[in-house]
């Protein structure tokens, strides 16, 4: 009987441990912290000019991914119980309770501690720090905001510009104009595709009260002008390596092309307010932002 208990123990525990790996993959959101280290290694990537040490690019990479993970497990913990009121974030693990506060709060630490870790020992103290101060600001900061209003956004926008900002400090040691430039970009992009999200998002937004919309919170004419703003002046923005020398006219060709395209959609939003629309912006934003990094790469490497 104890030969037949062990034999039939060990799939049993197999199935346990695969099911758990998947919670965690679910709970560090993988393509958010993928964006995230790709964002980070873009960064890095040009300000080394395409001459890496590949040694810190990896731990850049790892401790990047490592450390968006545990921000956004901070959110899921502080939002357990709106996510549950949210078609979108219901079937989250912890909303489910397939797996308990106290198994993500321990995830969140190992994989935020190995992060910074890694930063600290493979790039620099100032990226380590730079990595730490996004996390606070994105966990502990923005995500209480979202329930306030439009300054959430605000706040959201720099963490979520900090990435490539991180890999230019990776490569230098320091802050830079060109790293100031490239995390610009970021940042003035955050606005339209994060509004688009919330507009696709509204019905459930509310459920949870959040109030993300820059017009009070609604599908408006004034929401939809301020994203379109916000692709307008992504433009101008998206030139700016180019004119300072960081990148060359080839990029910046297909920057302004990308903005043109970009901004389409937030134009038509103007004219037919929809769902339909939004969902066009948050798509385009999605191309956007990768297709101007890798032309940015390839004009300089």
Excluded at 80 to 101: G, Y
Excluded at 108 to 125: E, S
């Amino acid at each position: 009987m104890n030969m037949i208990n062990t034999k039939t123990a060990i799939p049993t525990v197999e199935v346990e441990s695969v099911g758990k790996l998947k919670l965690i993959f679910q709970l560090l959101k993988f393509r958010l912290s993928f964006l995230v280290a790709f964002s980070a290694s873009f960064g890095y990537l040009l300000a080394t000019k395409g001459k890496p040490d590949m040694l810190v690019l990896v731990a850049l990479s790892v401790g990047g991914f490592l450390v968006s993970g545990a921000s956004i497990i901070i959110n899921q913990i502080l939002e357990k119980d709106l996510d549950k009121l949210m078609k979108r974030t219901a079937t989250r693990p912890l909303p489910t309770e397939r797996m308990s506060v106290q198994e993500a709060m321990i995830c969140g630490i190992v994989v935020g501690v190995l992060g910074l870790g890694l930063l600290a020992m493979f790039t620099n103290i100032l990226t380590a720090f730079l990595s730490l101060l996004s996390m606070v600001m994105y966990g502990l900061i923005y995500t209480p905001l979202k329930r306030v209003g439009v300054i959430a956004v605000w706040v959201g926008a720099i963490p979520g510009a900090l990435p490539p900002l991180l890999g230019w400090v990776a490569a230098t040691g320091e802050f830079t104009k060109e790293g100031l430039l490239i995390f610009l970009i970021q940042f003035v992009w955050q606005f339209p595709h994060f509004w688009a999200i919330a507009w696709v998002a509204d019905e459930d937004y509310k459920k949870a009260g959040f109030r993300l919309l820059p017009a009070q919170g609604e599908c408006n004419f004034n929401s939809a002008l301020q994203i379109m703003i916000g692709a307008l002046i992504l433009i101008p923005v998206s030139l700016l390596p180019a004119y300072v020398g960081i990148t060359g006219t080839a990029s910046a060709v297909v920057a302004f092309l990308a903005g043109i395209l970009f901004l389409l959609p937030t134009l038509q939003l103007l004219v037919s307010p929809s769902r339909k629309v939004a969902l066009r912006i948050m798509f385009a934003s999605f191309i956007y932002l990768p297709v101007i990094q890798i032309a940015f790469l390839l004009d300089k490497v």
